[in-house]
């Protein structure tokens, strides 16, 4: 699965696409949220998952998922964040979140959300 994955803590970045990697799956990563959705419209149907932390610098997570749905409404987009506030997981919704982890996250449960949501998409294509 090609995954677009976007932090903006280096190591979180590094070791998290490298896990991915050795689970199997090809990974794009970025510390910009900026230089990540550029790397989307180039192309947006090539991306299979993207995988986003809630909290970033110019472009947050939420305002980051939703441009993102506007160019492939398809792509199911996985937000990671330290907290949910009240309301949050509304703002999520409407921003086109599919799911979202709270932190500190390993690598087995990022696999198994996206098995989940990989499940969740062949459901509704059906």
Do not use: W
């Amino acid at each position: 699965m090609k995954i677009l994955f976007i932090d903006d803590e280096i190591v979180t970045t590094t070791l998290s696409k490298e896990g991915l990697e050795k689970l199997g799956h090809e990974v794009e990563a970025f510390t910009s949220s900026e230089l990540a959705l550029d790397a989307f419209k180039v192309s947006p149907d090539s991306f299979e998952l993207v995988i986003t932390d809630k909290h970033m610098p110019v472009i947050d997570g939420l305002e980051l998922c939703a441009q993102i749905k506007k160019l492939n409404s398809s792509v199911p987009v996985l937000v990671l964040t330290g907290f949910v506030e009240e309301g949050g997981q509304n703002k999520m919704s409407q921003a086109g979140v599919d799911r979202y982890l709270l932190k500190p996250i390993s690598i087995n449960n990022i696999n198994s959300a996206i098995e989940d949501l990989v499940t969740n998409q062949q459901t509704l294509s059906k």
